[in-house]
Nanobody
Framework: QVHLVESGGGSVQTGGSLKLTCVASGVIEDRTWMAWFRQTPGKREMVANYYTHNRETYIPKAVEGRFTISPDIARNTLSLQMNDLKPEDTGMYYC???????????????????WGQGTQVTVSS
């Protein structure tokens, strides 16, 4: 069983920065996908992903250049640094984990098994 706890959300103005942190309790296996998702009305989209097996990160083009992901597997922690925030970045941010190998990056939220409670990010113009 894995338990995820997110922190670091808050309210900022356009152009501001926030760093979100996800701490996972439980065993993180060799083939583990760790991801950050953003929930807005009607949509939950991935904004960052890390795969423990090959240590590769993935940042979607929509946030590329502004968001970076920093894993610390020794501490079971995954951080998301968000810079140059825009009002459209507003949403609830969730950390999620999927165990197991995959032929492609699991992009859909339905592919993830474990979820944190989320942390709210609000960006005002």
């Amino acid at each position: 069983q894995v338990h995820l706890v997110e922190s670091g959300g808050g309210s900022v103005q356009t152009g501001g920065s926030l760093k979100l942190t996800c701490v996972a309790s439980g065993v993180i296996e060799d083939r583990t996908w760790m991801a950050w998702f953003r929930q807005t009305p009607g949509k939950r989209e991935m904004v960052a992903n890390y795969y423990t097996h090959n240590r590769e990160t993935y940042i979607p083009k929509a946030v590329e250049g502004r968001f970076t992901i920093s894993p610390d597997i020794a501490r079971n922690t995954l951080s998301l640094q968000m810079n140059d925030l825009k009002p459209e970045d507003t949403g609830m941010y969730y950390c999620a984990i999927k165990f197991g190998a995959a032929y492609r990056i699991p992009l859909s939220s339905s592919e993830y098994t474990y979820w944190g409670q989320g942390t709210q990010v609000t960006v005002s113009s």
